[in-house]
C-alpha cells in the first residue's frame, strides 16, 4: 500500500490550500481513511476521519468549520480542503489509511498505512 501526499505549501493566515492523497493498492472506500498532523515539538495529532461503517466525516475540534474532508473513489483520492488557515495550523499533514473501519479514528497508532507528510506553513 501506497499513500503518496501533496498540496502543502505556504500561505498566509486567512488563505486556503487543499492537500491531496494518491492511494495505491488501497481502494479509499473501505476501512477508514483519515488525516493527521504534527507541529514542531508536539505529538501527531488527528484532524479528520471517515469511515465506511457509517460513512461519517469527523473532524477535530481546532478544524471543524474550516476544513473539508472528501474522496474520489474514481481518482482513488482523499482531499483535506482547508480555509480560514490559522498560524497554529502550521504542521505537517499526514494522511492515513486502515484496513478495519471500526479502527478509532482519533488513535494515529491504530492506522496502518501512511502517506510520507506534506508541510503546511501558515504566515504573514
Known amino acids: 500500500v501506497q499513500l503518496q501526499a501533496s498540496g502543502g505549501g505556504l500561505v498566509q493566515p486567512g488563505g486556503s490550500l487543499r492537500l491531496s492523497c494518491a492511494a495505491s493498492?488501497?481502494?479509499?472506500?473501505?476501512?477508514?481513511i483519515g488525516w493527521f498532523r504534527q507541529a514542531p515539538g508536539k505529538e501527531r495529532e488527528w484532524v479528520s476521519c471517515q469511515s465506511t461503517n457509517d460513512g461519517l466525516t469527523l473532524y477535530s475540534d481546532s478544524v471543524k468549520g474550516r476544513f473539508t474532508l472528501s474522496r474520489d473513489n474514481d481518482k482513488n483520492t482523499l482531499y483535506l480542503q482547508m480555509n480560514d488557515l490559522k498560524p497554529e495550523d502550521t504542521a505537517v499533514y499526514y494522511c492515513?489509511?486502515?484496513?478495519?473501519?471500526?479502527?478509532?479514528?482519533?488513535?494515529?497508532?491504530?492506522?496502518?498505512?501512511w502517506g510520507q507528510g506534506t508541510l503546511v506553513t501558515v504566515s504573514s
Open positions: 493498492r488501497f481502494t479509499l472506500d473501505h476501512g477508514v
Open positions: 492515513a489509511a486502515d484496513d478495519d473501519p471500526d479502527t478509532p479514528c482519533f488513535s494515529w497508532s491504530s492506522f496502518d498505512y
